[in-house]
């Protein structure tokens, strides 16, 4: 099956290549798993089953992030998607998957120059004053230089690597096929939800990949901030901007990390957190559109404490009941509402074995130990820490929005911290929790929530005639398909397999023996050693089938 998966040429040296650096950090066992070995030795391709010593006093997390950063920027963007499902991974594994940074050396400009210039449908020369051929900043997906248009404005030109979408999109082909593989050979990892990570992967990813798709997203959110004067969005210039290609307008801020430079300036460090967190809680709340890596390198300061917001890459989105469940969770975690955490918690989850006795306690435990705290006291990150690592102990996995959702209130967290240590980024998004509930016990927005729900039950009633015609339909012709999921079913059958093929051997040995007695009945015809030929050779194969026969009994007996 593997052969037939893995018979595209083009893509057998990519998997030569992953296969070693994976035995290089010693995950030789998870190469074996997926079959790489037997694919690669059909080949032709040797593969040397020895870890680099160097890397065995790292521990497994370590190694893991050292192995993403080897294999390129595909796995490295990979690493950056698991570091927002903390979830899913134990907070070792999540502090080596932040580590994974997107840099990549920058590319001489003329290697970009024809590119870039097709994009713009003109030489640099005709559109540009002037332009930096220095990179200005140099990622795996782009490269960013400084320029100047015509009319003299400032401007980032952000280029996207050449040839970059072809290596990409043979990466998920690859990761697509190990993913089938993980879901029929290592039931063990499928707790993991392998094939949802790589679908929010891939989605993000070729989002990325197009340069005009984060033009767009910048556009949306500065809309939504049009009122707002002390937030900051840089200005799309379309005329030169598209999928392989984003020409903005370059603002001279003070990066965030610079604190010398914010006191140098004058600038509020308390203001700026507080407005921070209230714009990533305006996104996420009221919007549903936010700025999903709102992380230190990603915003700059301006004079009478504004703040600009860049790289709009990675976003994420809720739906309206989405954002009423993330408001209703907080809600029940700061005001004592463990009953209300555990049924949105169980909504969120697709896990329908879990202990509700056992997981509604350690929720009341956990709600308790954090809503005897006042506001002040509370620690964002690490209540969030701490409700992750209870989800992971009951096997409750959330969807890819709210991971997302959850790591960007930690990197928001992080940086109001940085900003001021003795703030708490829970005062500021406190009182967005109070209005969104007060908002919503309205009599108007009670009203239409119930509008809304009657809508849907006519909806459903509706429909119902329709869809028990369809049913009917289906099984009168035999479509109604059911299935059940027998617990080591698989090994059962194998087991009955094998039972059944020394079954047939026994039957065709004795089907022989008797065939063979009547032919040395039969005079006549060649001989061997004084006897028939055919019936000696009947003899000779019934013992040989015979012993392999009893030889297969006997290791089956011995656990073999």
């Not at 006093?57 to 950056?80: H, I, S």
């Not at 990761?175 to 593989?181: A, C, N, P, T």
């Not at 997203?217 to 969005?233: C, Q, T």
Request: aromatic share 8%; net charge negative; glycine share 6%.
């Amino acid at each position: 099956m593997l052969w037939e998966m893995f018979n595209a040429a083009k893509d057998l040296g990519r998997i030569h290549e992953i296969a070693s650096i994976l035995i290089r950090y010693g995950f030789g066992g998870f190469v074996q798993e997926l079959g790489f070995r037997r694919f690669l030795e059909k080949a032709g391709k040797v593969l040397h089953w020895k870890s680099d010593q160097e890397h065995q006093v790292l521990d497994t997390p370590q190694r893991m992030r050292c192995a993403l950063e080897e294999l390129g920027p595909t796995f490295v963007k990979l690493g950056q998607i698991l570091a927002t499902r903390s979830d899913l991974f134990s907070p070792a594994y999540i502090a080596e998957f932040e580590k994974l940074q997107d840099a990549a050396p920058p590319i001489p400009f003329e290697e970009l120059r024809e590119q870039l210039e097709e994009d713009l449908g003109a030489s640099v020369e005709e559109v540009f004053l002037s332009f930096d051929k220095k990179a200005f900043a140099a990622a795996s997906i782009a490269q960013v230089h400084r320029a100047r248009l015509k009319n003299g404005v400032e401007v980032i030109v952000k280029i996207r690597r050449p040839n970059l979408r072809r290596i990409i999109e043979a990466d998920l082909r690859l990761l697509q096929r190990i993913v089938d593989i993980i879901e029929v050979d290592a039931p063990e990892l499928r707790r993991y939800h392998p094939k949802e990570v790589v679908r929010q992967f891939t989605r993000s990813l070729r989002q990325e990949l197009d340069l005009a798709t984060e033009a767009r997203n910048s556009e949306r959110i500065a809309e939504n901030f049009v009122d707002d004067e002390y937030i900051v969005i840089p200005e799309i210039y379309w005329e030169w901007t598209c999928e392989r290609l984003n020409v903005q307008e370059y603002i001279p801020g003070i990066q965030a990390r610079n604190l010398a430079a914010m006191d140098a300036a004058g600038l509020d460090k308390k203001v700026l957190a507080e407005r921070g967190a209230n714009a990533v809680m305006k996104m996420i709340i009221e919007d549903g559109f936010f700025h999903a890596d709102p992380h230190a390198g990603n915003i700059l300061f301006l004079p009478d404490n504004k703040l600009v917001f860049i790289d709009f890459g990675m976003v994420g989105r809720l739906t309206l009941d989405r954002r009423d469940q993330v408001v209703g969770l907080l809600f029940g975690m700061i005001n004592n509402a463990p009953s209300k955490v555990v049924e949105i918690l169980e909504d969120w989850s697709d896990n329908i074995n879990t202990d509700e006795q056992t997981l509604t306690l350690e929720i009341e435990m956990f709600v308790d130990q954090y809503s005897s705290l006042s506001i002040k006291e509370l620690n964002l990150t690490r209540m969030m820490v701490d409700l992750m690592s209870l989800l992971r102990d009951h096997k409750l996995i959330l969807p890819a929005d709210l991971a997302l959702l959850i790591k960007t209130y930690i990197t928001l967290d992080g940086l109001g911290r940085y900003l001021d240590p003795d703030g708490n980024t829970l005062l500021y998004i406190a009182p967005y929790i109070q209005k969104i509930m007060v908002a919503r016990y309205k009599p108007e927005a009670v009203a239409k929530r119930g509008w809304r729900n009657l809508v849907s039950v006519v909806d459903l009633l509706n429909s119902l005639p329709k869809e028990l015609h369809k049913l009917l339909r289906a099984s009168r012709k035999g479509a109604i398909q059911v299935e059940v999921n027998v617990r080591h079913l698989n090994q059962l059958v194998e087991k009955t397999d094998r039972a059944m093929n020394r079954l047939a051997m026994a039957l065709v040995t004795s089907a022989l023996i008797i065939a063979t007695s009547i032919v040395m009945s039969v005079k006549g015809g060649p001989e061997i050693m004084g006897l028939p030929a055919f019936g000696f050779l009947g003899y000779l194969f019934s013992t040989i089938a015979g012993f392999g026969l009893l030889i297969s009994i006997w290791r089956s007996g011995h656990g073999k």
